[in-house]
């Protein structure tokens, strides 16, 4: 009996990804992750900054779980300010945890909270690591992937760029049973290669994803020069792509120059990268 009740929530996670992941439910534009609101001044600064760079979508934190239970919850009418002021500026509200297994319902129910303070969400992002490393994981990846399905609006995974190659343990066949993937594809302390961009878009298109949203780093382990050269070796098979994180962004006229002059590319075809 024991084997069988992964395979239930497997299959159920199948049948709810076949009803609910559709075209469309990715990012459009570029797109910047959110650490704390406050790191950019004012909502009306942050909107400003926001539309001078050209996004078109945020993803704010929402929560930080932790093992004890004990969660760090950012929502607040602080939040819902500036999650206005970003669409006043033209730029789409997500939300982004950091989860933590069996922890699924909090998250759910947070979203849901954040939709009745205005924050205005159209979809939420996950960013499952360490917490779901491991095969003995797989099960509570399926259930809490299952819970925030529930939910019926666009979800986003993000994790190790590496993929399936680095990173053979992680249970990638249900965290691809999602709407989009975004490989997160900086190489901060510069061993992974110069092919590594154009592998981590490889190794998520054979994990499963079809809809892959690029995330670049701009933190001060990048270079102006650096993060150029990110750009350029990524196909562009996206409609969309992103940076983590505006903190680091915002303080550097340097390194926002090249987000601010990037024009996004022509979409190709995933096939020719694969």
């Known amino acids: 009996m024991g084997p069988a009740v992964p395979l239930a929530l497997a299959a159920a996670t199948s ?3 076949a009803a609910l992941v559709a075209p469309g439910r990715e990012p459009k534009g570029k797109g910047v992750f959110i650490r704390s609101v406050r790191h950019c001044g004012s909502p009306q600064k942050c909107g400003e900054y926001v ?3 050209g996004f078109k979508w945020v993803a704010i ?13 950012y929502l607040n009418r602080e939040l819902a300010a500036y999650a206005r002021a970003f669409r ?3 730029a789409k509200v997500w939300l982004w945890a950091w989860p933590e ?8 129910d947070l979203y849901m909270k954040a939709k009745r303070l205005g924050v ?36 986003g995974v993000t994790t190790y760029g590496g993929g399936p190659a680095h990173h053979p343990s992680f249970a990638w066949d249900v965290w691809s049973q999602t709407d989009f993937g975004i490989p997160q594809i ?14 981590a878009i490889k190794q998520w298109a054979a994990a499963g994803w079809t809809r892959i949203v690029p995330a670049w780093g701009a933190s001060d382990k990048h270079s102006p020069n650096d ?3 990110h750009i350029q070796q990524t196909p562009p098979i996206y409609r969309a792509a992103c940076w983590w994180d505006l903190y680091w962004l915002i303080r550097s006229n340097k390194r926002s120059a090249v987000i601010e002059n990037m024009r996004m590319p022509k979409r190709e075809k995933l096939a020719r990268v694969a």
């Not at 297994?101 to 759910?108: M, R, T």
């Open 15 to 17: 049948m709810a990804a």
């Open 51 to 53: 539309k001078r760079m």
């Open 61 to 73: 934190l929402l929560a930080w779980q932790k093992p004890n239970g004990r969660s760090t919850v």
């Open 88 to 90: 006043k500026a033209g």
């Open 101 to 108: 297994p069996g922890q699924s319902w909090e998250l759910v």
């Open 120 to 155: 205005g969400p159209v979809g939420f992002i996950v960013d499952p690591e360490g917490p779901y490393y491991g095969r003995r994981f797989e099960s509570a990846a399926a259930r809490d992937l299952l819970s925030w399905k529930l939910l019926a609006v666009p979800l």
């Open 186 to 199: 900086y190489d901060s302390k510069h061993r992974l290669g110069a092919d590594y961009p154009r592998f």
């Open 227 to 229: 993060m150029r050269w």
